[in-house]
């Protein structure tokens, strides 16, 4: 059986900054899925960062200004108005010290490190969704990843992934629509 967050977990855009449990709560949700969840060769290749209070708005002020206005200020905002965002990063360093280490593998620790970044993504969106709080991903690199690592210090081998705000629910969206799951699932015997 689904765990109820991960059937509940929803790209929710109407988010506020009014979250339903203490910021701790999310931190500490959010430190124990990154520990918890599987890397290839136990690499530890995920990173972080969680922008929360003036570094949310900060944050997606630099992201504004980095479309220079090719990107609406209406959806940017919608953006900054959750509580905050979490950077989901690769460290590009620990890949390629696996990839010399164990050469008959190099070909697949990038892609490896990518799974591992998308079961972090879907297992702290769910685990959100338990505390109460929506999400969304979005995907604004990499044409913000030089004002991102500048604005925080990040490391110039630290790839970003994806960015996740989070917050309060203003609006719940539609309901999903019931699909024939056997389109896509095949079963033998």
Excluded: C
């Excluded at 290839?40 to 997606?60: I, T």
């Amino acid at each position: 059986m689904i765990t109820k967050g991960l059937k509940e977990r929803r790209s929710i855009y109407s988010l506020n900054k009014q979250l339903p449990v203490n910021e701790e709560a999310v931190i500490q949700t959010i430190q124990e899925v990154v520990e918890y969840v599987p890397d290839a060769f136990n690499m530890k290749s995920q990173k972080v960062l969680v922008a929360l209070g003036e570094k949310q708005d900060l944050l997606w002020d630099t992201i504004y200004d980095a479309f220079e206005g090719k990107v609406s200020r209406e959806k940017i905002n919608s953006f900054k108005a959750a509580a905050g965002t979490i950077l989901y990063f690769i460290d590009t360093k620990i890949v390629k010290g696996l990839q010399e280490q164990y050469a008959l593998y190099a070909d697949n620790f990038p892609i490896w490190a990518q799974q591992s970044n998308g079961m972090l993504q879907i297992n702290i969106w769910s685990a959100l969704r338990e505390l109460g709080i929506g999400a969304n991903l979005q995907h604004y690199n990499p044409v913000i990843d030089e004002k991102v690592k500048a604005l925080f210090n990040i490391p110039e081998y630290y790839q970003l992934i994806a960015q996740m705000p989070f917050g309060g629910i203003d609006t719940l969206p539609d309901e999903k629509e019931k699909e024939n799951i056997n389109k896509r699932v095949t079963i033998v015997k």
